[in-house]
């Protein structure tokens, strides 16, 4: 390469002077004021046959415990929170849609609920995928093959996303 030609003069003059670079990482964690954690599961049941040679899983049980910033460092989990109210449930009739419906709960004080379950790649999100599609809701997920990694849904009433997470160990 020349480096006297006159594009490459250009480019150098017009570089001269000119510092671009990253900005260093902040060592903090991102504010998690307005937002609620959430840990859920499902039990399930496998005697309605989906084929020959498989059987459906039927959610019977959902079980969920939540914390916010106001109550995660708190040595007792079962105690309620000032803020957030009640942090153990569990739902009975409805597993998965009485779930949801608490996850889209109106909260004056956050707008976001960042939920994890214990299996979310290869179990309990499939669960919700499934809902949520028969809801006509638009849920945006990551995959790795046909694991969930990520899934985002937001609906349309209410104004709150809900992340649906895998945590990596």
Avoid at 50 to 73: D, R
Wanted: charged share 20%.
């Amino acid at each position: 390469m020349n480096v006297s030609s006159p594009a490459v003069l250009s480019v150098i003059k017009t570089e001269i002077g000119h510092f671009c670079f990253m900005q260093p990482l902040k060592n903090e964690l991102p504010r998690s004021d307005d937002v609620l954690f959430v840990f859920y599961d499902f039990e399930t049941t496998q005697d309605t046959k989906f084929s020959e040679t498989a059987n459906e899983h039927i959610p019977i049980l959902g079980c969920a415990q939540h914390f916010c910033s106001v109550c995660e460092m708190q040595e007792d989990i079962e105690m309620d929170c000032d803020r957030c109210g009640r942090t153990n449930h569990s739902f009975y009739d409805d597993p998965v849609g009485d779930l949801l419906s608490y996850l889209c709960e109106p909260r004056p004080w956050g707008n976001k609920v960042v939920a994890f379950a214990h299996n979310a790649k290869a179990f309990d999100s499939q669960i919700i995928l499934k809902r949520a599609i028969f809801m006509k809701w638009n849920p945006q997920i990551i995959l790795s093959g046909l694991k969930i990694i990520n899934m985002k849904i937001q609906h349309s009433f209410s104004r709150f996303p809900i992340l649906l997470a895998h945590v990596f160990t």
